[in-house]
């Protein structure tokens, strides 16, 4: 058997570049054009909760023991972190990012503008 006591790669994925709380424009997919706010960032599985983005409807069963009815729930979906990309509040566009190391601190730099991109 061909590559049978091979071991499996790890796949490796790079650094996202976005965090929570960072302002995101949506570059692909049924919400593009729209802004918001991450609520959470899963690297492992390259994906992020936007605020607002991607909404789907999940239904839920009631419960009577934690006196749940049932019905409908809105909640925000996963986006793919490549279907997103960071907005720079002093130029007002969606931008890509510069790493800059200044002293003992590293800044992410809005490439259009050169100004810095919320807290290091």
């Not at 069963?61 to 490549?82: C, H, M, N, Y």
């Not at 190391?101 to 919320?118: A, F, H, L, M, T």
Request: glycine residues 10%; proline residues 6%.
């Amino acid at each position: 058997m061909k590559g049978a006591g091979r071991k499996k790669e790890k796949e490796t994925r790079a650094k996202p570049h976005i965090r929570r709380d960072d302002i995101v424009y949506v570059i692909a997919g049924r919400d593009k054009g729209k802004r918001g706010k991450v609520l959470h960032v899963s690297p492992q599985k390259g994906v992020a909760l936007v605020e607002g983005i991607n909404i789907i409807v999940k239904t839920i069963r009631p419960d009577p023991q934690v006196a749940q009815s049932g019905g409908f729930v809105r909640r925000e979906g996963p986006i793919t972190l490549s279907n997103i990309q960071l907005f720079c509040s002093h130029c007002q566009k969606p931008t890509r990012i510069a790493r800059k190391v200044s002293g003992d601190r590293k800044e992410r730099i809005c490439k259009r503008c050169k100004n810095p991109i919320g807290k290091a």
